[in-house]
């Protein structure tokens, strides 16, 4: 029986990592598509904003690598070129995009950890850790009330796959990856104070 994962365009596991930590732009892209699609599983119309706004950072990243298909085939690269053409669109998409991966991760992990701890918990408190310091009182609400609205933990992951014991392997391989690609876009970001005023 196939699960969620079998059937990702690309899994964050299959991302290309060099030696000097580089990630592969348009695989991380696909990567990160195909992480979008999991909040249809949420079944919420409140995820329709966080799906939005995650798939409209993709296009404009995607927009750059398809401008400069050499000096954006990296994240990093992309994001000095953008730097060296005073030029922040992509840089902030990539930003962006990442809050939103890690809030993802943060919510996945911590139920995860938490076998017994139903979504909307795990969702409002990786929320509440990621996401909330960056948002306006107007936009704190819509969240929130997006946080409540997530299927109970069971039915969640059913719909992952069938067979439990394999979902839980990708999820967690899926998750490690993850993981990883949100740690080095971030301390790429903090060594080079790339992500400010953006």
Known sequence: MSTFFDNMK???????????????TAEF??????????????????????????????????ERLLA??????????LVLDEKANKTTKATQGLLWLTR??????TAIRKNVNNESE????????????????YHSMMVRPIFKL???AVPYRKDFYAKL???????KEQLLVWLSAL???VQIIEEFYESGNYGKGL
């Open 10 to 24: 690309k899994s964050f596991a299959d991302v290309t990592i060099s030696d000097g930590n580089e990630i592969d």
């Open 29 to 62: 892209l696909e990567a990160s598509e195909s992480l979008i699609k999991l909040f249809d599983l949420l079944d919420s119309p409140a995820f329709s904003v966080v799906q939005k706004d995650m798939k409209g950072n993709v296009d404009k990243i995607r």
């Open 68 to 77: 400069k298909p050499i000096d954006a085939s990296t994240l990093q690269k």
């Open 100 to 105: 939103g991966l890690k809030f993802t991760a």
């Open 118 to 133: 139903e979504l909307t918990k795990s969702f409002s408190d990786a929320y509440s850790e990621t996401l909330s310091k």
């Open 146 to 148: 997006a946080m409540k």
């Open 161 to 167: 796959g069938s067979d439990a014991a394999k979902v």
């Open 179 to 181: 993981e990883k690609v």
